[in-house]
Nanobody, 125 residues
Framework: QVQLVETGGGLVQAGASLRLSCLAS????????MAWFRQASGKEREFVAR????????YYADSVKGRFTISRDNAKNAMYLQMNSLKPEDTAVYYC??????????????????WGQGTQVTVSS
């Protein structure tokens, strides 16, 4: 079992930066691929970024490519999302997720079997 807790959300102005953290419990964190998803009010949850178990490969949604950076520190059981040049359309609840099976598509919610509770990011114009 893995428990995930996101922190770092908040209210910022457009153009600002935020860094989200996802702290995991459980000894198997380092073997899981991890991802960030987000859900804006009234919209479906969408893929943001994914990182492989050793950080060797990362994947991003086109909407955040070049602005967001996903990273992890397995020694700290932590994953991060550095968000730069934030836009109002980035406003959403951001969730971290863990993939223990590694067999599904990176962008698909059903590929992930553990989820955090989410942290709110609000970007004002």
């Amino acid at each position: 079992q893995v428990q995930l807790v996101e922190t770092g959300g908040g209210l910022v102005q457009a153009g600002a930066s935020l860094r989200l953290s996802c702290l995991a419990s459980g000894r198997t964190f380092s073997s899981y691929a991890m991802a960030w998803f987000r859900q804006a009010s009234g919209k479906e949850r969408e893929f943001v970024a994914r990182i492989t178990w050793n950080g060797g490969n990362t994947y991003y949604a086109d909407s955040v490519k070049g602005r967001f950076t996903i990273s992890r520190d397995n020694a700290k059981n932590a994953m991060y999302l550095q968000m730069n040049s934030l836009k109002p359309e980035d406003t959403a609840v951001y969730y971290c997720a863990a993939d223990s099976r590694g067999i599904g598509a990176a962008w698909r919610e059903t590929s992930y079997d553990y989820w955090g509770q989410g942290t709110q990011v609000t970007v004002s114009s």
